[in-house]
């Protein structure tokens, strides 16, 4: 869902789908193997690159971890949790103790950030189908009666007992962050993985560093530019970087951009003043939960979230082109988005 950061490597060059691949890095030494693979689930493409000898069998092991989340979490295959919730007519529903940590997460995320982060937006993420097909808003007559199945208390977790009163649920802006946390536990357990680099669609991670303790470089990517244009670069080690953006995915109608990212308070997609955020944060969930959740509430009241939290760093970019960074990610961010019109700020 989120495919906004792009990471500054031959790490994006799509030798397959399915392609496992030993490569050569000039940042590594030459006698540190560095393999990759690229797949494609939860809907976006997804590459994995990792360093270190004897670390071929360990992509494989990504990808049965994903494909395990999947199954475990995804809204269309009948036999995960969220399926069997959203078909569970209101009734209690036992699911995973991990899904059900993953919904306690989410409803705190909702609490936190005053609904502006909320799952139960399904019902209107899928009237608007944004990327999916439509080309035509709904009318307000559409979205109303679905705004009464929307708020994140008609969700209760006790223990593994999950009850939806009235409404459904859609881990589309969290699930990616989760299955990050988990890939990230995986690599790391993993001695001769010496470092790892991987996206999930936009949910970046980076474990370890490069050649002489060197972070990784991670580009911000222009949103008003080509997919491989940038206005900035921030260099990471052991970090998640996730990213939302009004031109993800959309579709213009009259003159109007209409984006996927939905506003649980108006039905619609948001019209804050935020064009992009990356959210920095060693939680993937987390990050993914804000990148949504900051993107709708627009710079003022995320920044006053920041200073009230300061659990994480951002980079704001804004519908009139002005650059935000946080002051934890001040020494890391290098701006050059100057030629292309933007101001650091």
């Known amino acids: 869902m989120k495919r906004i950061i792009a990471v500054l490597s031959a790490f994006f060059l799509l030798l397959s789908m399915t392609a496992c691949v030993k490569t050569e890095d000039p940042q590594q030494p030459v006698d540190v193997p560095v393999y990759e693979k690229t797949i494609f ?14 670390t071929e069998p360990v992509l494989d092991e990504c990808e049965a971890l994903i494909r395990q989340v999947e199954d475990e979490i995804s809204k269309t295959i009948d036999s995960s949790d969220i399926y069997k919730l959203n078909a569970s007519n209101g009734q209690p529903t036992k699911v995973a103790p991990e899904t059900a940590a993953l919904l306690a997460a989410a409803n705190e995320y909702s609490r936190r950030t005053g609904g502006a982060f909320d799952i139960t937006v ?16 709904p009318t307000q007559a559409e979205i109303d009666p679905l705004m009464g199945m929307v708020g994140f208390r008609r969700m209760s977790v006790d223990g593994d007992t999950v009850t939806l009163d009235g409404c459904r649920i859609d881990l589309g802006a969290i699930g990616k962050g989760y299955v990050s946390d988990k890939l990230y536990a995986l690599l790391k357990s993993h001695e001769n993985v010496k470092g790892a680099l991987f996206s ?12 002489g303790d060197k972070p990784f470089v991670i580009g911000v990517r222009d949103p008003k530019g080509q997919p491989s244009d940038y206005l900035g670069y921030i260099e990471l ?27 649980p308070a108006t039905g619609a ?9 990356s959210i920095v944060c060693d ?11 900051l993107f709708v509430m627009g710079t003022e009241k995320a920044m006053k979230y920041y200073e009230d939290n300061k ?35």
């Open 269 to 277: 997609p948001s019209r804050s003043d935020i064009k992009e955020v």
């Open 283 to 293: 939680d993937g969930t987390y990050a993914d939960a804000l990148s949504t959740a």
């Open 200 to 211: 999930l669609g936009g949910n970046v991670g980076v474990i370890g560093t490069k050649q």
């Open 41 to 54: 689930a939860m809907d976006t493409v997804m590459t994995f690159k990792v360093y270190g000898e004897g």
């Open 237 to 263: 080690s052991d970090m998640f970087v996730v990213s939302s953006g009004d031109y993800e995915r959309f579709f213009e109608y009259d003159g109007t951009i209409y984006h996927h990212i939905i506003d």
């Open 122 to 137: 399904e019902p209107l993420v899928a009237l608007w189908n944004v990327g999916g097909g439509r080309t035509v808003p």
């Open 311 to 345: 659990d994480f760093e951002a980079v704001f970019v804004t519908q009139d082109s002005k650059v935000f960074v946080t002051d934890g990610l001040k020494d890391k961010f290098t701006f050059t988005g100057a030629e292309a019109g933007y101001t650091y700020e």
